[in-house]
């Protein structure tokens, strides 16, 4: 007797069918590594001022990982060098989105790698969130899949000019580097002048090395500026303040990305008076969670806690707690859902304020000035 063909039994067979094959699956989805995927100059002249960032990184990481991750999913952190050059960081990109299959990207470290890379997350659609740049250009028009957790470089610039007008410095000079960073930031300059009623009376680009800054300092002299502001950093910093030192002898402002201990040291009591811009919590009084736990952190693993380690620890420690908040089973589009979600959130002593077309979640800007023995005042 031929058995009757019931088609409600039939779709509810093939049904459990498709929910058990996609069981493991979906298992393994919830039990691997959360993995994120970074590119960022591990090699080439400017490789030194990534160190103490990417020891920071991992330090939140391994901290995270510790503390049970993402309800016992660990998240690994992939680094691929990209030596600063742009075509060599799409290249890492691509490899870690179609190959390693990142959830996100996160502390790409290059104005012009950040641009680069911008048109792929779109077609992606793997957010990058957090980056070491703060170019403004890159944040000027809204992408759906970029998100940023510190003060661009114009509120840092907003800050120092705002900072010599009170003490009646209005007549500047701009040295920058003679880069696409630094071509960038040249109207951005300009246009905080201009808008907050200072006057820019000398500019000069400067070589990446800073090979010419003697000849830089002699040429802004000629204007007689009040104060200068360097739209540099790496290595050119050294010669720069040395010749500042000898050919103008006024104020010396600095972007935050400048501040590196290792070149600070390097300039011994020349270093005396310079100013720098801050985006971070002052992590050198450990009065907020997020800097006593810090301050932790780098003792026991014996690293300086300094701004340098702690731009890479905050940096990591925010991105870690939005893929927490994303939960267990986070995908790529669940992150940027959860981060456009967050609004205003205070992480330990550091308030981001993020929504769906709000994904540039600080202008904070302070300063810091170098003192005696190479000190910060804050």
Do not use: W
Not at 324 to 340: C, F, M, P, W
Request: charged share 20%; hydrophobic share 45%.
């Amino acid at each position: 007797m031929p058995i009757p063909f019931r088609r409600r039994e039939c779709l509810t067979g093939l049904g459990a069918l498709a929910a058990s094959t996609s069981l493991p699956a979906l298992a393994q989805a919830q039990t691997g590594d959360i993995v994120i995927g970074q590119s960022a100059h591990l090699s080439g002249p400017l490789a030194a001022l990534m160190k103490g960032p990417l020891r920071g990184q991992q330090l939140a990481l391994d901290e995270f990982n510790k503390r049970g991750a993402v309800q016992g999913r660990r998240v690994k952190l992939l680094t691929l060098d990209d030596a600063y050059d742009p075509k060599r960081c799409v290249e890492n990109v691509n490899t870690l989105i179609e190959k390693e299959k990142v959830t996100a990207l996160f502390g790409l470290a290059s104005t012009a790698n950040v641009a680069a890379v911008l048109p792929m997350l779109a077609e992606k659609k793997v957010p990058l969130v957090g980056v070491y740049t703060g170019a403004p250009a890159l944040r000027a028009r809204h992408h759906p899949y970029f998100f940023t957790m510190m003060a661009s470089y114009r509120d840092e610039v907003v800050q120092m000019v705002k900072n010599l007008a009170t003490v009646g410095r209005t007549k500047l000079a701009l040295a920058y580097h003679n880069s696409p960073f630094g071509q960038l930031m040249l109207p951005v300059v300009e246009e905080v002048c201009k808008e907050l009623g200072s006057t820019l009376v000398a500019k000069a680009p400067l070589d990446i090395p800073g090979n010419e800054s003697v000849a830089v300092a002699q040429a802004l002299a000629g204007a007689n500026p009040q104060a200068v502001i360097f739209m540099a950093f790496g290595p050119a910093l050294i010669p720069f303040v040395k010749a500042t030192r000898a050919h103008l002898g006024v104020p010396l402002y600095a972007l935050s990305i400048s501040n590196s201990r290792q070149l600070i040291d390097a300039l011994g009591d020349e270093a005396r008076g310079l100013a720098f811009t801050l985006i971070v919590p002052y992590v050198l009084r450990a009065t907020t969670t997020l800097t006593r736990e810090f301050t932790a952190a780098a003792e026991k693993a014996k690293v300086p806690p300094d701004f340098d380690h702690f731009f890479g620890y905050l940096n990591m420690r925010v991105v870690l707690e939005m893929i927490k908040r994303a939960g267990k089973a986070v995908t790529s589009q669940s992150l940027v859902s959860t981060i456009e979600g967050l609004g205003k959130v205070d992480f330990g002593g550091y308030t981001l304020n993020f929504g769906p077309q709000n994904h540039h979640g600080s202008t904070f800007a302070d300063l810091l000035i170098i003192g005696p023995g190479g000190r910060y005042i804050h």
